[in-house]
T-cell receptor, first 112, second 110 residues
Framework: DSGVTQTPKHLITATGQRVTLRCSPRSGDLSVYWYQQSLDQGLQFLIQ???????AKGNILERFSAQQFPDLHSELNLSSLELGDSALYFC???????????FGEGSRLTVL | AQSVSQHNHHVILSEAASLELGCNYS??????LFWYVQYPGQHLQLLLKYFSGDPLVKGIKGFEAEFIKSKFSFNLRKPSVQWSDTAEYFCAVKVDKIIFGKGTRLHILP
């Protein structure tokens, strides 16, 4: 158990819908990272937050947004969903900017 | 922009064989390097990391990696693999953000 909690574990929804994925980092970790894992693209970095502020942005679509709240949990919002958004979404946390990542078990999103 | 390349997408070995998985990155400055493993149905776990110092890094479960700065490489090695090493292995590099390679699926035959 990494200490990072992600909900929901599985989510099935339809095209055009909106979903929210939630992540609770390890106790004391200030950094939260979001990654998308798909068979063809591998593990793609989406976005990173540090203590509530956005720190780095990767290949995150405009239809996607994220935030980190004062209690350090984070949410990834995916809207106007398309079939191609079906993937495993991982959250990871670290205790400082240079530290190793601890991953959650992922949220598997299926868009039908 | 930083990037990571893993040479082998799929590797099949017999138990007790030696393993080397290639990883190259593109960035000219100081980097932190990682290898992660994802066992079937599980989340990614850290195998080993390099921040500075001795370029030969030892990790968990008998894995090691060597950082060769002149080659921009951080190859993962294990002298004798076991069936339980069947997993997907990811190399990652951190500059301002942590970028992962596309992964290498390792299948060990019993």
């Amino acid at each position: 158990d990494s200490g990072v909690t992600q909900t929901p574990k599985h989510l099935i929804t339809a095209t055009g819908q909106r979903v929210t994925l939630r992540c609770s980092p390890r106790s004391g970790d200030l950094s939260v990272y979001w990654y998308q894992q798909s068979l063809d693209q591998g593990l793609q970095f989406l976005i990173q937050y540090y203590n509530g502020e956005e720190r780095a942005k990767g290949n995150i679509l405009e239809r996607f947004s994220a935030q980190q709240f004062p209690d350090l949990h984070s949410e990834l919002n995916l809207s106007s969903l398309e079939l191609g958004d079906s993937a495993l979404y991982f959250c990871a946390s670290s205790d400082h900017l240079a530290g190793e990542l601890f991953f959650g078990e992922g949220s598997r999103l299926t868009v039908l | 922009a930083q990037s990571v390349s893993q040479h082998n997408h799929h590797v099949i070995l017999s138990e007790a064989a030696s393993l080397e998985l290639g990883c190259n990155y593109s960035y000219g400055g100081t980097v932190n390097l990682f290898w992660y493993v994802q066992y079937p149905g599980q989340h990614l776990q850290l195998l080993l990391k390099y921040f500075s110092g001795d370029p030969l890094v030892k990790g968990i479960k008998g894995f090691e990696a060597e950082f060769i700065k002149s080659k921009f490489s951080f190859n993962l090695r294990k002298p004798s693999v076991q069936w339980s090493d069947t997993a997907e292995y990811f190399c990652a590099v951190k500059v301002d953000k942590i970028i992962f390679g596309k992964g290498t699926r390792l299948h060990i035959l019993p």
